[in-house]
């Protein structure tokens, strides 16, 4: 079946632009994560929705960043006023059940964010 | 609060001989734990987990690790490594209780020698 699947691959903006970042889940999938990886880091944790409901944003970094998944399906991050230091590789995974520590994490292959 | 600390950023070992990456960690509640492998250009896929169950995992690929407790830490091992194993390699911490708190680590580098 279909894994995770993200969209664009690959973003290149311009400085003070907003850009929204599309995860397409495996179907059926519980549970909704983003996450931000930036060069030589591991994956940082932003946000994760159950079902429609945003369940924890606190790894948000500002309030530019935002994330929604309306029908429980597919999720968008966005990020307003993009800045440099945003660039990174951003990553969605998905898991079928709603417990992070006793679920696996498919994870999709991720979007290269590049402001300029 | 939690954390993960990888101790090796690279670790460099000859096709046929063991694999051992270091993972320690740090929480204030019962955290389950895992190991994620990424090759290259391709998506994080999940190598084994600790939930509480036996203290000793046994992963894909012929993989495992051994959660002790008492030395906080769940390094992985492979008694023998192959050239498919090269990749980056990282530990996480997860405990889930009302809220879900997930941290990964910085990784590590795997390169095997042929």
């Known amino acids: 079946g279909a894994g995770v699947s993200q969209s664009p691959r690959y973003k290149v903006t311009k400085r003070g632009q907003d850009v929204a970042l599309r995860c397409d889940p495996i179907?059926?999938?519980?549970?909704l994560y983003w996450y931000r990886q930036a060069l030589g880091q591991g994956p940082e944790f932003l946000t994760y929705?159950?079902?429609?409901?945003?369940?924890?944003k606190s790894g948000l970094p500002n309030d530019r960043f935002s994330a929604e998944r309306p029908e429980g399906s597919i999720s968008t991050l966005t990020i307003q006023r993009t800045e440099q230091r945003d660039s990174a590789m951003y990553r969605c995974?998905?898991?079928?059940?709603?417990?992070?520590?006793?679920?696996?994490?498919?994870f999709g292959p991720g979007t290269r964010l590049t402001v300029l | 609060a939690q954390s993960v600390t990888q101790l090796d950023s690279h670790v460099s070992v000859s096709e046929g001989t063991p694999v051992l990456l270091r993972c320690n960690y740090s929480?204030?509640?019962?955290?389950?734990l895992f190991w994620y492998v990424q090759h290259p250009n391709k998506g994080l896929q999940l190598l084994l987990k600790?939930?509480?169950?036996?203290?000793l995992v046994k992963g894909i690929n012929g993989f495992e690790a051994e959660f002790k407790k008492s030395e906080t830490s769940f390094h992985l091992t492979k008694p023998s490594a192959h050239m498919s194993d090269a990749a980056e390699y990282f530990c996480v911490v997860i405990v889930s209780g009302g809220y879900q708190k997930v941290t990964f680590g910085t990784g590590t580098k795997l390169q095997v020698i042929p």
């Open positions: 929705f159950n079902y429609e409901a945003q369940q924890d």
């Open positions: 995974a998905s898991s079928l059940g709603g417990t992070a520590s006793t679920d696996t994490q498919y």
């Open positions: 179907s059926g999938h519980v549970s």
């Open positions: 600790y939930t509480s169950a036996a203290t």
């Open positions: 929480s204030s509640y019962s955290p389950s």
